[in-house]
């Protein structure tokens, strides 16, 4: 399996996700051509991709989907309150499929078990993908970790969690009452400690990758967001420690393989 954060942010989130001849993009919010010129610089042809997953229905992971459905053909898997939801944001996309929360399918060589994740959208959902005796948790918005968020990502061989905000920054910060009342609500967004606490539990052996993504560009920096996460692992004391990557709305991961 090898996947890649093309970007993660309040203006835009994608990932791509690749096992065998299955190629699969979770969440399109950027333009369509900047999704494209984000896949090219893999090596990699949007006409190539099998399906698009969609976590929920906000712009920001979904404004390029309905285009790169047209364009090449793609289905658009989301559950059926998302589909609802994102209404014309997606135009007339190509085909759609839909899935259930709680129940996992199979698309190509991947299987995926959508999980109901706290964050204030319809239907919202984190993804475990697995593939040949692989694992990839992908969980970028969420207010809160549930106790099935941690039974779904635990075991993962390489996770993809947001690291939203530093709560001093967004205390401080430009955003009003109750803007900042939503990013810090058990239906908002992840602060840099929780997920450091979050991914402590997680920790096992073979947990070989996180990227940390969905980094708030107002009130969050790489910096606070590595520090908060490596310092909370370097306490537990365990070892070998996971590789960890930071996603940011310009500059996504490297494409990371796992075998």
């Known amino acids: 399996m090898r996947f ?13 996700v ?3 001849e299955t190629r699969l ?15 090219a610089a893999l090596g990699v042809a949007a006409a190539s991709l099998s399906a698009i997953l969609l976590s929920h229905e906000h712009c920001d992971h979904i404004r390029g989907a309905g285009v790169l459905s047209r364009r090449y053909r793609l289905p658009l898997l989301a559950n059926r309150a998302t589909l609802a939801a994102a209404g014309p944001g997606l135009g007339n996309p190509a085909a759609v499929g839909e899935f259930t929360t709680g129940t996992a399918f199979v698309c190509g060589e991947v299987q995926i078990h959508p999980f109901a994740v706290s964050h204030d959208a319809a239907e919202p959902v ?17 207010g809160m970790v549930s106790r099935l968020t941690r039974h779904r990502l635990s075991g993962c061989n390489a996770l993809v969690l947001e690291c939203n905000h530093d709560p001093e920054m967004l205390m401080n910060g430009p955003y009003p009452p109750a803007l900042k009342q939503r990013v810090r609500s058990r239906h908002g967004h992840l602060a840099n400690q ?5 991914l402590c539990e ?29 310092a909370a692992l370097t306490a537990t004391g365990a ?21």
């Open 4 to 16: 890649c954060v093309l970007g993660g942010g309040s203006k835009g989130n994608a990932t791509y």
């Open 18 to 20: 690749e096992a065998g």
């Open 25 to 39: 993009l979770i969440d399109a919010g950027f333009s369509g051509r900047e999704i494209e010129t984000r896949l």
């Open 126 to 142: 984190g993804f475990l993908l697995q593939a040949g005796g692989i694992s990839l948790g992908h969980c970028t918005d969420l």
């Open 194 to 198: 929780d997920a450091a606490a979050f």
């Open 202 to 230: 997680l920790l096992h052996r073979e947990l070989r990758h996180v990227v940390l993504s969905h980094l708030s560009e107002t009130n969050n920096t790489p910096a606070l967001a590595e520090q908060a996460v490596r």
């Open 239 to 259: 070892g070998p420690l996971p590789q960890i990557t930071i996603a940011c709305q310009h500059l996504g991961s490297a494409l990371l393989h796992l075998r």
